[in-house]
C-alpha cells in the first residue's frame, strides 16, 4: 500500500473493515479489532489516524513493531496479519495491518470477538460454539463418528439398502455393479469407513428396535392442529421412530391424509385438473431438506410436521451454516449440506437433486401450483419452513375439495359396501381408532358415506356404502363421468 492508496482508503471512513487509531498505544484494543476481523470479512486497523480521518502518524521504531507483533500473537489459533510502515514527512509513519478474513473462530486472550459495523463486540459464546462447529465440520461431525460397539450391519434395514442401489443404478448416480451384497453398497455408499460402520449409515438405513435407546433422534412428529396455532386441539398426532426414508414416507402418508384437492374440468378438454392446498413435490423436497440439514447431535431432536388451518410448517432441528440466510435460500446459492453423507445417499436414491436447487424448486412448484412463496427463517434453534395455502376459498371444508386423497380412494370403494379392514388397507392404515377418527369419521359426518347397519356402528358386520351425496361429490372429482 503506498501513501496514495492510504488516502484513499481513510477517506471513506471507519466501517466495518476499517478501523483507526491514533497511536500504537492502542494496540491491545487494536488486537482486539484484527481478531473480529480474521472471524470476519478482514479489513485494515491503521495506526497514525485520528477518529476524524486525520493522517498524524507516529514515530515507528523496532521496538514499536516488535510490541505490536507481540500483542499479535495473543490472537489464537496463531494467525499472520500483514504488517506495513507507510513513511510520512518528519520522520513519522502510519502503521497499516492487513487482516484477511474467513477463517477461525479466533480469539484475543481467550476471548472471541466480531465487527459490528465500525465497532468491535465481544462474539456471543452461541456464535463461537456454531463457527467452531463448522471449523470443525470437515472432519468431526455426527454422521461420519462410528456407531457404538454392538451395531453392526445385521441392525441395518437390507431390503431399503437394496432399493437404494437398484434406484441409483436406474438414475445414472451409480455404475451398475455384480457386487449387491449389503456390505459392498454401503462401502460404495461411504457408510463404512475403515471396517466401522458409521452413524449416517443408522440415519439411512437403522431398523433394529434395540437401535432406539442408542438413537432416539431419529424421529418424525406429525401433528394436524385445529385453529391456526399450537393453542388448538389436536385433529391428529403421530410420532414415529425409524431410519429417514421410512419417516419421509411416513410423513408423505401423513399430508395425503390432511392436505385437501381441489378439482376443476377444463372447458372443452373434459380433462379434470387437481390443485393440492400444497404442493406435493415441494413439502417432500422440505421434509428431505431438514432430514439432510438437521442437527443429529440433539438427542430428543426431530424433525416435525404441523398443519393449521392456515398454514404448514416443517421444522428441524439446527441452525443455518456456512452464512447462509433465508434471503440467501431464495437466489441461487451453494449448498453445504450439515450431513453430507446423508445428502448424498439421498441424492443417488433420487430424493434429492443437485445441491443448491432444492429451495429454488420449492418456490418454482409453489408458484405453479398457485401458493404464495414458502419463507424460511431460524429461531429458538430450529429451523422452520412456512407453506401458505393456495386459494383457500377452493378447499372449504363440506366439499369436494376438502378431501384428501385417501378420502377420495375410499369414496372410490364404498362404491359397492366395504368393511372397515378393507377401507384401512387402501390407506395403509393399522390403528382402527386413529383411522375412524381421522379419516372414516369426516366422510360420514359431511354424509358422504354410510353404515350398513347405523343402529350397531361396532358390529363386525358393519360395512360403509356410498351416500346418494357421495356418488355426486364423484361424479364432479371425475369431471361430471360415471366409472364404467
Avoid at 491503521?46 to 477518529?51: A, K, L, N, P, Q
Wanted: with cysteine; glycine share 8%.
Amino acid at each position: 500500500m503506498n501513501l496514495d492508496d492510504l488516502k484513499d482508503l481513510v477517506r471513506k471512513g471507519e466501517s466495518d473493515r476499517v478501523e483507526f487509531k491514533r497511536s500504537t498505544g492502542q494496540r491491545t484494543a487494536a488486537a482486539k479489532t484484527v481478531c473480529a476481523m480474521l472471524n470476519g470479512l478482514g479489513g485494515f486497523v491503521i495506526f497514525g489516524v485520528t477518529d476524524k480521518g486525520e493522517i498524524i502518524g507516529q514515530e515507528v521504531s523496532t521496538k514499536t513493531l516488535e510490541d505490536l507483533a507481540s500483542e499479535l500473537r495473543r490472537i489464537e489459533p496463531p494467525a499472520f496479519p500483514e504488517i506495513e510502515t507507510i513513511p510520512l514527512k518528519e520522520n513519522r509513519s502510519v502503521i497499516v495491518i492487513s487482516s484477511p478474513g474467513g477463517g477461525g473462530p479466533y480469539t484475543f486472550e481467550g476471548r472471541p470477538y466480531m465487527r459490528n459495523g465500525p465497532t468491535t463486540i465481544r462474539m456471543p459464546r452461541e456464535e463461537y460454539d456454531r463457527r467452531l462447529l463448522e471449523r470443525l465440520h470437515a472432519t468431526q461431525r455426527w454422521e461420519n463418528q462410528p456407531v457404538p460397539d454392538g451395531v453392526t450391519i445385521d441392525d441395518l434395514d437390507a431390503e431399503e439398502i437394496q432399493i437404494t442401489l437398484d434406484n441409483a443404478i436406474r438414475l445414472g448416480r451409480l455404475e451398475p455393479t455384480t457386487r449387491r451384497d449389503t456390505e459392498s453398497i454401503l462401502r460404495g455408499l461411504e457408510l463404512i469407513h475403515d471396517g466401522k460402520l458409521l452413524n449416517a449409515a443408522v440415519a439411512l438405513y437403522g431398523k433394529s428396535d434395540r437401535l432406539k435407546p442408542l438413537y432416539p433422534q431419529l424421529e418424525i412428529r406429525l401433528a394436524r392442529f385445529r385453529g391456526k396455532n399450537r393453542l388448538g386441539d389436536f385433529a391428529d398426532n403421530r410420532q414415529y421412530w425409524g431410519h429417514v426414508f421410512s419417516l419421509l414416507r411416513r410423513a408423505e402418508s401423513f399430508l395425503m391424509d390432511h392436505v385437501p384437492i381441489a378439482g376443476r374440468v377444463i372447458p372443452g378438454k373434459m380433462v379434470r385438473e387437481d390443485q393440492p392446498l400444497y404442493p406435493p413435490r415441494a413439502t417432500r423436497e422440505a421434509i428431505a431438506n431438514a432430514i439432510c440439514h438437521r442437527d443429529y447431535t440433539i438427542p430428543g431432536g426431530a424433525v416435525a410436521v404441523a398443519m393449521y388451518d392456515d398454514h404448514l410448517e416443517i421444522t428441524n432441528p439446527g441452525t443455518f451454516h456456512f452464512g447462509i440466510t433465508p434471503e440467501k435460500l431464495t437466489r441461487p446459492h451453494e449448498s453445504k449440506p450439515w450431513n453430507p453423507i446423508i445428502a448424498n445417499v439421498f441424492y443417488r436414491a433420487g430424493i434429492i437433486e443437485r445441491w443448491g436447487t432444492g429451495t429454488l424448486n420449492i418456490l418454482d412448484w409453489c408458484k405453479e401450483n398457485g401458493n404464495p412463496p414458502p419463507t424460511w427463517e431460524e429461531q429458538a434453534g430450529s429451523v422452520y419452513v412456512c407453506f401458505r395455502p393456495s386459494h383457500p376459498s377452493k378447499h372449504q371444508v363440506g366439499t369436494k375439495s376438502a378431501l384428501s386423497r385417501h378420502q377420495v380412494d375410499i369414496l372410490h370403494k364404498c362404491q359397492n359396501d366395504s368393511a372397515l379392514v378393507d377401507l384401512m388397507g387402501i390407506t395403509g392404515r393399522s390403528d382402527r381408532t386413529k383411522f375412524r377418527h381421522q379419516v372414516l369419521n369426516p366422510l360420514l359426518e359431511a354424509g358422504l358415506i354410510e353404515m350398513t347397519i347405523p343402529d350397531k356402528p361396532r358390529s363386525s358386520k358393519q360395512r360403509y356404502r356410498l351416500t346418494e351425496r357421495g356418488r355426486r361429490i364423484l361424479r364432479e372429482i371425475r369431471g361430471g363421468k360415471d366409472e364404467e
